[in-house]
């Protein structure tokens, strides 16, 4: 697989991933429930990958490490479909013209501020709105192993930070692992009120962990992001709540 900082392997799964997500946004009624989104129709699923593109070309824009000022939304929006063509081309331009190491604004206290942390953010949220899509229609195709496993250090490794502030910690104190079922990986995440959480990627020794989760890649990495149960969960819910980025 792919490492993090290799930007023309994102851009490849960032492409596929949106063509999968058109062409199943595209068969659908606007007005059709996402179940995996509760209180969503495809109209608002639409808008909200459309907005996700527009605000980080946003911030490719500004290249620099300060956060960008807000990009207004077209109003109105028209077709939702049309904004997201036009959103996803500009996206995708405006990362194939950006080197991996160049300074850009992460939102992440756990991410270097470095431009390869948006081309790899955007290739796992439109993953996960593929999903999302297909889900709703029943057309679902999984997720690659590859890409699911770098999921999950992407949620553990440098969203889960973004999670916690001084006003918003860890609600509860303790280790929590995450096993991988059909490989070798493994994550380690302390938690602990008042602290950003500690991630250890394939830990050589193993404390008491107070809560764990294991499954296939694909399974762990859905269940962090809340789209189905976390699988093989035992021990403190709390603990598991507290390793899902929202």
Do not use: K
Not at 130 to 146: E, G, H, Y
Not at 196 to 201: D, Q, T
Not at 208 to 216: F, L, P
């Amino acid at each position: 697989m792919a490492g993090p900082q290799d930007t023309p392997w994102w851009l490849a799964v960032a492409s596929e991933q949106a063509a999968a997500f058109r062409l199943a946004a595209a068969a659908a009624d606007p007005e059709l429930p996402v179940p995996s989104c509760p209180g969503w129709r495809f109209r608002e699923l639409v808008l909200h990958t459309a907005r996700f593109l527009q605000v980080v070309g946003g911030q490719l824009r500004t290249g620099g490490t300060e956060r960008a000022r807000p990009v207004p939304e077209p109003d109105p929006v028209g077709d939702p479909l049309a904004w997201f063509d036009r959103e996803l081309a500009d996206c995708l331009r405006l990362l194939a013209a950006c080197p991996a190491n160049r300074p850009l604004w992460t939102f992440s206290p756990a991410a270097p501020s470095l431009a390869w942390f948006w081309h790899r953010r955007v290739a796992h949220e439109l993953n996960l709105r593929r999903w999302d899509a297909q889900a709703a229609l029943r057309t679902l195709v999984p997720t690659d192993r590859a890409l699911a496993v770098d999921g999950i250090d992407e949620v553990l490794g440098t969203l889960l930070a973004s999670r916690y502030t001084a006003a918003a910690s860890p609600a509860a104190t303790g280790a929590v692992l995450v096993t991988c079922a059909d490989g070798p990986e493994r994550w380690l995440v302390w938690l602990q009120p008042g602290e950003a959480p500690e991630v250890v990627r394939d830990p050589a020794d193993l404390p008491a962990a107070r809560a764990s989760t294991t499954g296939r890649a694909t399974a762990l990495h859905l269940g962090l992001w809340g789209r189905t149960e976390l699988p093989g969960a035992e021990g403190d819910p709390i603990l598991l709540t507290g390793v899902q980025p929202r």
